[in-house]
């Protein structure tokens, strides 16, 4: 049974950092394309970083030279670290695994607020 389990949301204020991580049971991160993706409410779930099984990596322009996403193949967990964040990066954070099927955790809140 394959699970994502993210952590590391909160409150942060904006211009403030968050670093968010994803532990993986059942698959294995390293080979296969990882990411992270947002949904605020009201809005549809988009992709804010992508890793692909070689580690090259992809960023939208919303949050690329802010956003980091990064891999412990030795703990099987993937991280996004988020610098000067913003109100408008506030939404539900999930991991997501593409190995064959898709895999989804249940996400993780970010707010950045004053």
């Known amino acids: 049974q394959v699970q994502l389990v993210e952590s590391g949301g909160g409150l942060v204020q904006p211009g403030g950092s968050l670093r968010l991580s994803c532990a993986a049971s059942?698959?294995?991160?390293?080979?296969?394309?990882v990411g992270w993706y947002r949904q605020a409410p009201g809005k549809e779930r988009e992709l804010v970083a992508q890793?692909?099984?070689?580690?090259?990596?992809n960023y939208p322009d919303s949050v690329k030279g802010r956003f980091t996403i990064s891999r412990d193949s030795v703990k099987n967990t993937v991280y996004l670290q988020m610098n000067s964040l913003k109100p408008e990066d506030t939404a539900v954070y999930y991991c997501?695994?593409?190995?064959?099927?898709?895999?989804w955790g249940k996400g993780t809140l970010v707010t950045v607020s004053s």
């Open positions: 059942g698959v294995i991160f390293s080979g296969n394309v």
């Open positions: 997501n695994c593409r190995a064959g099927l898709q895999y």
């Open positions: 890793m692909a099984s070689r580690g090259s990596t």
